[in-house]
């Protein structure tokens, strides 16, 4: 049981590049999340996932698209990539129903030039 | 979702019960007090929540005021492995939870 795992855990980018980062789960999970973090600053969430085939915005979602492959995969996709980009990239997932936590993986390191 | 305001740092000796206050004044009735952790660039952990009694779990203890206005999050026998952000968050337990994360308190346990 891996929990949540993330690929790659580091990446540089020269701008207008794309990439995408990849999310998966491996705890029956319905939700699933990402978040940037930037230096010194809490977490922001980008987009969720409530359940499969479905998504949504979250407070800082310009620039970023994102797919629910799958129940177990959420992919996080940046089309032309800019230096504003640059942070840490965690993804978490959450089971659903009452009084459920979240679970974050060890998060992707994007550095944009 | 309800905002929250911790102190941006604490220090705490190795050993000493760590006490973390939050204030979460403009808490609704269905809101839970969530706290997660971070230390040092890993994902988020979660340590414990609570709606309004008090809460114990292996890692912390959860003491939410009777009006929960404020609740404070308390490690017993602190360790230097508990040096970390810590994240007081309110919100509702229902659904998809978009965790709303601010600053934190940066909590360092000194030997």
């Known amino acids: 049981n891996a929990g949540v795992t993330q690929t790659p855990k580091f990446q540089v980018l020269k701008t207008g590049q794309s990439m995408t980062l990849q999310c998966a789960q491996d705890m029956n999970h319905n939700s699933m999340y990402w978040y940037r973090q930037d230096p010194g600053m809490g977490l922001r969430l980008i987009y969720y996932?409530?359940?499969?085939?479905?998504?949504d915005k979250g407070e800082v979602p310009n620039g970023y698209n994102v797919s629910r492959l799958n129940k177990r995969e959420f992919s996080l996709r940046l089309e032309s990539a800019a230096p504003s980009q640059t942070s840490v990239y965690f993804c978490?997932?959450?089971?659903?129903?009452?009084?459920?936590?979240?679970?974050f993986g060890p998060g992707t390191r994007l550095l944009v030039l | 979702d309800a905002k929250t305001t911790q102190p941006p740092s604490m220090d705490c000796a190795e050993g000493r019960a760590a006490n973390l206050p939050c204030n979460h004044s403009?808490?609704?009735?269905?809101?839970?007090v969530y706290w997660y952790r971070q230390i040092h660039s890993q994902g988020p952990q979660y340590i414990i929540h609570g709606l309004k009694n008090n809460e114990t779990n292996e890692m912390a203890s959860l003491i939410i005021t009777e009006d929960r206005k404020s609740s404070t999050l308390i490690l017993p026998h602190a360790t230097l492995r508990d040096t970390a952000v810590y994240y007081c968050i309110v919100r509702v337990a229902l659904g998809a939870q978009k965790l709303v994360f601010g600053q934190g308190t940066r909590l360092t346990i000194n030997p």
């Open positions: 996932s409530a359940s499969e085939g479905t998504t």
């Open positions: 403009t808490i609704s009735g269905n809101e839970y």
């Open positions: 978490a997932s959450q089971r659903g129903g009452l009084k459920e936590t979240q679970y």
